[in-house]
């Protein structure tokens, strides 16, 4: 509730702004029209006339959604932010590696290949996130941050793949 508080201030914020614009905006176009001052008459619509949103019939099957480009691209957009916060949680864990090399080494090249030539050698490692200096926290809450941005575009991406691309109310319109 709060969040919505919040947007419709944010919004009443920016009339004042946007009026203003509202009334130059003309002048500007009369002057790169080399138009009279005050000769252009631009009528405001209200917001309602402008942005409609289409009505979605019902028995629209869901499987056109299941197929359409925006909305597969919003679903993998959101699958990579969840696997960037395992992503960023596996920093908290030690890393252990193990590595290995081999070769030959002796003196003379005749006795190369050898038994007493071979050398090798294996040896583990352990590395101990202990002191990152907070690194490790910044990039847990950067990727829980992202995901919830996409968590909440994800509705918009729906009714643009709805309305857009996907042209699932034409689809419905022609087949109605």
Request: proline fraction near 7%; charge should be negative.
């Given at each position: 509730?709060?969040?919505?508080?919040?947007?419709?201030?944010?919004?009443?914020?920016?009339?004042?702004?946007?009026?203003?614009?509202?009334?130059?905006?003309?002048?500007?176009?009369?002057?790169?029209n080399g138009m009279s001052p005050g000769s252009l008459d631009l009528h405001g619509k209200p917001l309602r006339a402008v942005v409609v949103q289409?009505?979605?019939?019902?028995?629209?099957?869901?499987?056109?959604?299941?197929?359409?480009?925006?909305?597969?691209?919003?679903?993998?957009?959101?699958?990579?932010?969840n696997a960037r916060i395992g992503q960023a949680r596996a920093y908290f864990f030690p890393t252990?590696?193990?590595t290995g090399q081999g070769g030959l080494q002796s003196v003379e090249f005749s006795n190369?290949?050898?038994g007493n030539s071979s050398n090798y050698s294996i040896g583990p490692s352990i590395t101990l996130p202990i002191f990152q200096g907070g690194t490790n926290l910044a990039r847990l809450d950067s990727a829980e941050s992202r995901h919830v941005q996409m968590?909440?575009?994800?509705?918009?991406?729906?009714?643009?793949?709805?309305?857009?691309?996907?042209g699932l109310v034409d689809f419905a319109e022609r087949k109605g």
């Open positions: 509730m709060k969040r919505t508080e919040v947007l419709v201030a944010e919004a009443a914020g920016t009339i004042p702004d946007l009026a203003r614009t509202r009334a130059v905006e003309p002048h500007r176009l009369e002057v790169l289409p009505d979605i019939p019902v028995g629209l099957p869901s499987q056109l959604l299941e197929r359409c480009q925006d909305i597969l691209q919003a679903e993998a957009t959101l699958m990579a932010s252990l590696s193990i190369w290949f050898t968590l909440e575009s994800l509705p918009a991406d729906y009714f643009t793949g709805i309305s857009g691309s996907c």
